[in-house]
Structure formats: structure tokens, C-alpha cells
């Protein structure tokens, strides 16, 4: 795992400390009604916690999460996410974004059927095995990258199925 230079090694990474803020601190305001909105929100709540002492930015870009912290930790955050297409999409993102951040923090806001989250955590597990294209059939672990999959509604903000996937 990556120590994003955030505190000793018996502290958590900077990536870690997000994802335990998003996932306990962060109360959406759940009125909002575009994913940009929630985006906005949450930009808010990280430079305030963070105390400004990290770039913290919208990205943009087709190849870039919608959040940005250092240029190092990609959050994407999804509104209602429901149909297989938007799942995979979704996946598809995740993919690309391994080569572009150390990090990767998936937020799932509002309705996410339990499914649903199934089928993501999967898929997210299956990018941490890929095929070594140079030893033929011997399997490699996927960059040391960090996927942390967060769940939170209006209805329960504190998801059990929330969970860090991490490859250590």
C-alpha cells in the first residue's frame, strides 16, 4: 500500500483518511438533485477537514475522476447508479483511472439496490488479477492501487457494505 507522506507508518494514509471521513463524517445535504451538486458539496467538506492543506480540485477531463486530491487520489462519485450500463461504465472508469491515481474512492450516493453493490464489489476485485502479458499465463497482482467503495443514502448513512478493497 501507498503512504501518501499523510503521518507515520502506524497511521493511516492520506487515502484512508478520506475514505473514513467521506464514509463517517460527510452528511450529504440530500435535497441536492445533481451528482455535480453532491460533487460541490463534498469538495466543500474535504478543504474544510483538510484544512486546506491539500489540492483538492474538480477534475476535468475524459480520462479523470471528478474529484482530484494532489493528483494523486481520484474520488468518483455516482447518484442513483441502477442499470447495468452505468455499472459498467462505472468499472470502465475505475479501469482507466489505475494508471492516472494512486487511489481511487468510489462514492455511491442515494439508491444503490444491494445487488447492485454486489455486482460492483465484484468487478472491483477482479481489477486487482490481471494476466502477466510477458509470462504468458502467471497472474500479477494489479498495481498496488488502493479502491475504496463507498455507500451512502438518505436512509443509512453509516452502510455496512461500505468497505476499502485495498491490494497490499
Given at each position: 500500500m501507498?503512504?501518501?507522506?499523510?503521518?507515520l507508518?502506524n497511521?493511516?494514509?492520506?487515502?484512508?483518511?478520506i475514505y473514513?471521513?467521506?464514509?463517517?463524517e460527510w452528511?450529504?445535504?440530500?435535497?441536492?438533485s445533481?451528482e455535480?451538486?453532491?460533487?460541490?458539496?463534498?469538495?466543500?467538506?474535504?478543504?474544510?477537514?483538510?484544512?486546506?492543506a491539500?489540492l483538492?480540485?474538480k477534475?476535468?477531463g475524459?480520462?479523470?475522476?471528478?474529484?482530484?486530491i494532489?493528483?494523486?487520489?481520484?474520488?468518483?462519485?455516482?447518484l442513483?447508479?441502477?442499470?447495468?450500463?452505468e455499472?459498467?461504465?462505472?468499472?470502465?472508469q475505475?479501469?482507466g483511472?489505475?494508471?492516472?491515481y494512486?487511489?481511487?474512492?468510489?462514492?455511491?450516493?442515494?439508491k444503490?439496490?444491494?445487488e447492485t453493490?454486489?455486482?460492483?464489489?465484484?468487478?472491483?476485485?477482479?481489477l486487482?488479477?490481471?494476466p502477466?502479458?510477458?509470462?504468458?499465463?502467471?497472474i500479477?497482482?494489479?498495481?498496488a492501487k488502493?479502491?475504496?467503495?463507498?455507500?451512502?443514502?438518505?436512509?443509512?448513512?453509516s452502510?455496512?457494505k461500505?468497505k476499502?478493497?485495498?491490494n497490499?
Open positions: 501507498f503512504n501518501f507522506g499523510f503521518g507508518s497511521q493511516p494514509s492520506l487515502a484512508e483518511y473514513n471521513l467521506i464514509k463517517n452528511e450529504p445535504d440530500w435535497s441536492l445533481e455535480t451538486a453532491y460533487r460541490d458539496d463534498l469538495i466543500e467538506f474535504l478543504d474544510k477537514k483538510l484544512n486546506k491539500h483538492i480540485r477534475e476535468d475524459r480520462h479523470l475522476a471528478d474529484i482530484g494532489d493528483k494523486k487520489i481520484g474520488i468518483e462519485l455516482k442513483n447508479l441502477s442499470s447495468k450500463k455499472v459498467d461504465r462505472l468499472i470502465g475505475v479501469q483511472y489505475l494508471d492516472d494512486d487511489a481511487i474512492l468510489i462514492a455511491l450516493l442515494g444503490t439496490s444491494p453493490i454486489r455486482d460492483i464489489n465484484f468487478r472491483l476485485k477482479k486487482y488479477v490481471q502477466d502479458p510477458l509470462f504468458g499465463n502467471l500479477r497482482p494489479a498495481q488502493q479502491i475504496y467503495l463507498i455507500v451512502k443514502s438518505p436512509i443509512s448513512t452502510n455496512p461500505s476499502g478493497l485495498t497490499k
